[in-house]
C-alpha cells in the first residue's frame, strides 16, 4: 500500500463520512456515530506509510477494496 498524504487521509476519511478532526489529548480523532479513530499527528513529510494506514482503516472499519475504489 503507497504511502499517502495526512491531507488526503483527512478528506477520505470525510468522504466515508467521518466528522473532524476533532481535538483529544496527544492525537486528533475523527469520529462517526459512536466510531473514534486516531489520526497521526503531522511529522515532517507528513506521509503514513503503508501499515499505519492499514491500522487507521481497520479500525475505522473501512476495507481495502473500498478504499481503492476512492
Known amino acids: 500500500m503507497e504511502p499517502i498524504s495526512r491531507r488526503e487521509l483527512v478528506s477520505r476519511l470525510r468522504q ?4 473532524g478532526p476533532l481535538s483529544g ?4 480523532f475523527m469520529s462517526r ?3 473514534k479513530v486516531r489520526i497521526p499527528n503531522p511529522h515532517g513529510s507528513g506521509m503514513i506509510g503503508g501499515a499505519l494506514l492499514r491500522e487507521i482503516l481497520r479500525q475505522a472499519g473501512i476495507r481495502l477494496e473500498d ?3 476512492g
Not at 489529548?25 to 486528533?28: F, K, L, T, W, Y
Request: hydrophobic share 30%; no cysteine; aromatic share 14%.
Open 16 to 19: 466515508s463520512g467521518f466528522d
Open 25 to 28: 489529548g496527544r492525537h486528533q
Open 33 to 35: 456515530g459512536a466510531l
Open 67 to 69: 478504499w481503492r475504489k
